[in-house]
């Protein structure tokens, strides 16, 4: 089945830019959602469509998806963004959603 | 305002059966594909299951297949999941949410409810 690759972690001062890697076969052929989830709470969807943000999501968060890697980047990291951030795409291959293991974003 | 609220959760003995809830309210029920997704305890999130608008297509992870079931009733604005012959591995905090257009995005989610599979 289709595998999404994600780091455990990653770590920036606030104010810094966080970049948040989703690694598979030819993922630029997919379309790759993001979502953040803050401790105790339910996921959030903050990227569609590779680069596209929904409404009352800030212009900080941003996407790209292109050959074996998609990114969501953060700019001008606050306190407030760090979360667990997962990627997803959706299989045709096996009609099923994957969701990618999940990068805990620390804001030092 | 867009709500979707879960219930059903609860303990459960390996081998037994839980029916979830998810009562849907604030938008037009019938015009969404609609997914469940689980998390067990300090792990990632997991695509379980979807249902589209009029039961025509549901898919499922291959983990819960043949022991799972999907349903909706559009007329009560809701969806279900019949978990049947549960393990300790099905023990997660399950979702409902909301797909935007289609199978994906998901853009509404509950809070969640919990089942736990423990003899």
């Given amino acids: 089945s289709y ?69 969501l980047t953060i700019s001008r990291v606050e306190a407030g963004d760090e979360a667990d951030y997962y990627c997803q795409v959706w299989d045709s291959s096996s009609d099923q959603g994957i969701f990618g293991g999940g990068t805990k974003l620390t804001v030092l | 305002e867009v709500q979707v609220v879960e219930s059903g959760g609860g303990l459960v003995q390996p081998g037994g059966s839980l029916r979830l809830s998810c009562a849907a309210s604030g938008f037009t029920f019938r015009g969404h594909w609609m997914t469940w997704v689980r998390q067990a305890p300090g792990k990632g999130l997991e695509w379980v299951a979807n249902i589209n608008q009029d039961e025509s297509e549901k898919y499922y992870v291959d983990s819960v297949k043949g022991r799972f079931t999907i349903s909706r009733d559009n007329a009560k604005n809701s969806l279900y999941l019949q978990m049947n012959s549960l393990r300790a591995e099905d023990t997660a905090m399950y979702y409902c949410a909301r797909g935007v257009r289609g199978v994906l995005p998901l853009d509404y989610w509950g809070q969640g409810t919990l089942v736990t599979v423990s003899s």
Avoid: H, M
């Avoid at chain 1, 569609?48 to 074996?68: L, V």
């Fill in chain 1, 3 to 71: 595998v999404l690759t994600q780091p455990p972690s990653v770590s920036v001062a606030p104010g810094q830019t966080a970049r948040i890697t989703c690694g598979a076969n030819n993922i630029g052929g997919k379309t790759v959602y993001w979502y953040q989830q803050k401790a105790g709470q339910a996921p959030v969807l903050v990227v569609y469509d590779d680069s596209d943000r929904p409404s009352g999501i800030p212009e900080r968060f941003s996407g790209s998806n292109s050959g074996n890697t998609a990114t």
